[in-house]
């Protein structure tokens, strides 16, 4: 049976606040906040503490969160959302065994991005025994303007999604090395969409290269993105477009031809 996909809402009527607060809520703790109270929690996602201490009291009910009866922080019922992403969705399920193979001939870490707003989003990841040791996960943000899989997606977009992309995304300088200034950005995202691959070249963290080329549906349509990452002193730009380019197109097309 197909799924029946529904038009997004047009009034405020047909949606449930309380669902978007805690979905939110769950979304404010990382690295640098693990452990808050319902006041930081509320700060973070604009809402009120009243409201923000509801919606984590419900959160630990359900077992996706913990409290001391002063601070938060996420609980491994969470987990069950990414096991839900991830056995559903047909993307990170097609290419989980490609990955894996992928990383494992290649000794580097590979990633299966997808754009979500104005970030590019780990939707699958296999590392590497041997390869570099990088905080990324399934759920992992990057940025689109710095990243070797945001500017595979962004250069697939033409005309107005191009245009709307590029001017609201923030071009942020996470390195000496980042590149923030949009007229070079514009005319490398052109030999980006030209050349069918993207580079980052210690742009993100100093110390670790990655090469990104589109992944396709059967239609032409891009769907992600396919990245290998590699730590600078291992490979140069040069060595991972001669040695890894050539088997991660051999991956492309065969995800091309799997996905209608």
Same mark, same amino acid.
């Given at each position: 049976m197909n799924a029946i996909s529904f038009p997004p809402p047009n009034h405020e009527k047909d949606l449930i606040a309380g669902l978007a607060k805690g979905l939110s809520l769950i979304e404010a703790f990382d690295d640098e906040h693990a452990r808050l109270t319902s006041s930081e929690a509320a700060r973070r996602v604009g809402i009120s503490p009243a409201a923000a201490r509801r919606c984590l009291l419900t959160l630990c009910q359900g077992g996706y969160a913990r409290t001391d009866g002063k601070r938060f922080w996420l609980d491994h019922g969470v987990l069950r959302l990414a096991y839900a992403y991830s056995t559903s969705t047909r993307l990170p399920r097609l290419l989980q065994p490609t990955l894996d193979a992928l990383s494992e001939r290649t000794r580097e870490s590979a990633s299966v991005v997808v754009l979500q707003?104005?970030?590019?989003? *780990?939707?699958?990841?296999?590392?590497?025994?041997?390869?570099?040791?990088?905080?990324?996960? *399934?759920?992992?943000?990057l940025p689109l303007h710095c990243s070797a899989t945001g500017r595979v997606l962004l250069s697939s977009k033409s005309g107005a999604d191009f245009e709307s992309l590029f001017n609201a995304m923030p071009l942020c300088r996470l390195t000496p090395h980042t590149l923030t200034d949009p007229v070079r950005l514009r005319k490398l995202l052109?030999?980006?969409a030209d050349n069918g691959y993207a580079l980052s070249n210690e742009e993100i963290e100093v110390g670790v290269r990655s090469i990104?080329?589109?992944?396709?549906?059967?239609?032409?349509? *891009? *769907?992600?993105?396919?990245?290998?990452?590699?730590?600078?002193?291992?490979?140069?730009?040069?060595?991972?477009?001669?040695?890894?380019?050539?088997?991660m197109l051999r991956s492309q097309n065969w995800v091309r031809s799997r996905l209608s």
């Amino acid at each position: 049976m197909n799924a029946i996909s529904f038009p997004p809402p047009n009034h405020e009527k047909d949606l449930i606040a309380g669902l978007a607060k805690g979905l939110s809520l769950i979304e404010a703790f990382d690295d640098e906040h693990a452990r808050l109270t319902s006041s930081e929690a509320a700060r973070r996602v604009g809402i009120s503490p009243a409201a923000a201490r509801r919606c984590l009291l419900t959160l630990c009910q359900g077992g996706y969160a913990r409290t001391d009866g002063k601070r938060f922080w996420l609980d491994h019922g969470v987990l069950r959302l990414a096991y839900a992403y991830s056995t559903s969705t047909r993307l990170p399920r097609l290419l989980q065994p490609t990955l894996d193979a992928l990383s494992e001939r290649t000794r580097e870490s590979a990633s299966v991005v997808v754009l979500q707003g104005m970030e590019a989003m *780990v939707a699958a990841r296999s590392t590497a025994r041997k390869s570099l040791t990088v905080g990324l996960g *399934v759920g992992s943000r990057l940025p689109l303007h710095c990243s070797a899989t945001g500017r595979v997606l962004l250069s697939s977009k033409s005309g107005a999604d191009f245009e709307s992309l590029f001017n609201a995304m923030p071009l942020c300088r996470l390195t000496p090395h980042t590149l923030t200034d949009p007229v070079r950005l514009r005319k490398l995202l052109v030999s980006c969409a030209d050349n069918g691959y993207a580079l980052s070249n210690e742009e993100i963290e100093v110390g670790v290269r990655s090469i990104a080329v589109p992944l396709y549906s059967f239609g032409g349509s *891009v *769907v992600g993105a396919l990245s290998l990452s590699s730590r600078a002193d291992r490979m140069t730009a040069s060595e991972m477009i001669e040695q890894l380019l050539p088997a991660m197109l051999r991956s492309q097309n065969w995800v091309r031809s799997r996905l209608s």
